[in-house]
């Protein structure tokens, strides 16, 4: 064995012997004799090693310099731009390339991206030397140098659209056809150069999954304009990282249409009864019942909103607290729904509840069924009525979000808690033997209920939850019920 190939065997990179045996004659020429082919080859060893990373899921932002494999997934435009002090303008050409580990961007400048357009073809698999930055949509890598690898299999399918299964981190360039679940309101921002910045998100599946879409400044009215339950296409979206969940991005140079098209949408919901406290899940039922839209005030002194809704499946039932926009969806007794990255709480009496925030994702599969509602209470059961929530088929620069609303901020709703609250016609009078049936909008002292009609204050030390339904019973005494019994 040479001392070439023996330093070429402990050597942990993709790259050929020939390969290795090239870089070592040509760096062994570059030091003009002073270093031999052991010493040559220990040198390219080191510096293969240095640069060589597993995966393009490596690759990150301040590295001096990387090599890696990788398949020809899209290719670019060549566009031009003014050089300064220069008459020559320069050139680039974007180049996403993929392999098992995720995708990057590669951009290619000059003559490189003259011989991209002239060479390179989509499936191709190329070895890139390059530079990686931070870059529009994320990780980008400007190419040095690049030789095709035919001899290597990248294990990545080249398509015109992608899947939400197939998205991945870094990719962009993306097409994407799925059906609208949830859609937001647009929100402003001030932007670190004083211009105002818009966004919004709405939420697509399709038959592999779901997935948060975020529309920034000239596309962000779109989701105003899409109704839930219409098919659409992502044109030139990116993929991002939020918080360990992949987003898709569309800004300027994307767009979002209507598409004529069916898309299955299959939710994977988790059963009730195998819920847990602090989980962020999928869940999917019968709505059973519905309370009347609350208002309250935050301690910042904003306005926010909750509705509290039961939600059944087959094996059990949960009080979901719907927040924020999520409030004004129209959703009644008798509707089938999927509600998606709702957190599970700990609720009143130790019962579990289920929190809708601007996370998550509310769709209603089959709007209201009157009938459905009672044959599920005829039965007991929902799975006659849950037998619909098999599929759902249809012909979100600077983030800005609105915060998850919590219980505590509902606590200090402003609740008129006086007797005047109450309509003249129906005021209990001193004294008066009552039983009230309402709504928790007020657990503090005293706690209010709001049975839809009126409210009523009452005084007692049981503990109860905002947004329990309860029952107290006791006398009036100066417009307030103090409670004997609260049930």
Do not use: C
Request: proline share 2%; net charge negative; aromatic share 4%.
């Amino acid at each position: 064995m040479s001392d070439i190939e023996g330093v070429y065997e402990d050597l942990e990179a993709d790259v050929s012997l020939e390969k290795f045996r090239e870089a070592v004659e040509a760096k062994v020429e570059q030091m003009g004799g002073l270093a031999d082919e052991e010493t040559a080859a220990m040198l390219v060893a080191h510096e293969i090693g240095e640069s060589e990373v597993g995966g393009i899921a490596d690759i990150e932002p301040g590295m001096e310099d990387v090599k890696f494999v990788a398949k020809v997934t899209s290719i670019g435009e060549v566009r031009t731009f003014e050089r300064d002090s220069e008459d020559e303008d320069g050139r680039v050409v974007n180049v996403e390339v993929a392999d098992e580990t995720g995708s990057v961007r590669a951009a290619f400048w000059d003559q490189h991206a003259e011989a991209a357009i002239e060479e390179l073809e989509e499936g191709q698999v190329l070895r890139v030397k390059g530079r990686p930055k931070e870059g529009f949509s994320g990780v980008e890598v400007s190419v040095d140098d690049v030789q095709p690898d035919p001899d290597t299999e990248v294990d990545v399918q080249v398509a015109d659209t992608h899947t939400v299964e197939a998205l991945s981190l870094g990719l962009s360039n993306v097409n994407l056809v799925g059906l609208v679940l949830d859609t937001d309101s647009v929100r402003t921002f001030d932007r670190d150069d004083g211009s105002e910045g818009k966004v919004s998100n709405l939420v697509l599946g399709d038959s592999t999954g779901r997935v948060r879409v975020t529309l920034w400044d000239e596309q962000a009215d779109t989701a105003t304009a899409i109704d839930p339950g219409t098919t659409v296409e992502v044109i030139d979206g990116y993929v991002k990282d939020r918080d360990g969940t992949l987003e898709l991005h569309v800004g300027n140079r994307g767009a979002v249409e209507e598409v004529d098209e069916e898309v299955e949408y299959i939710p994977e919901s988790t059963p009730i009864e195998d819920l847990e406290i602090d989980q962020m899940v999928d869940i999917a039922g019968v709505v059973r019942s519905a309370d009347p839209k609350r208002t309250f005030d935050r301690d910042d002194g904003s306005e926010g909103q909750v509705r509290n809704i039961r939600v059944q499946d087959a094996t059990g039932d949960i009080r979901v607290a719907m927040w924020g926009e999520k409030a004004d969806i129209d959703i009644g007794p008798g509707d089938e729904v999927a509600l998606g990255d709702v957190e599970i709480q700990d609720g009143w009496q130790d019962d579990l509840e289920a929190s809708a925030g601007w996370q998550s994702t509310v769709t209603v599969l089959e709007s209201d069924s009157a009938a459905a509602g009672d044959a599920a209470d005829e039965s007991g059961d929902s799975s006659d009525a849950n037998a619909g929530l098999s599929a759902f088929a249809g012909g979100d620069g600077d983030d800005s979000d609105d915060s998850t609303e919590t219980d505590s901020d509902a606590e200090t709703a402003a609740t008129d808690t006086s007797s005047d609250a109450a309509t003249e016609s129906d005021d209990p009078t001193d004294g008066e033997e009552l039983e009230f049936t309402g709504v928790v909008v007020q657990a503090g002292d005293p706690v209010v209920l709001d049975d839809g009609e009126s409210t009523m204050s009452v005084s007692t030390d049981v503990d109860v939850g905002l947004g329990e339904e309860v029952t107290a019973r006791g006398v009036v005494r100066d417009g307030r019920l103090e409670a004997n019994d609260v049930f």
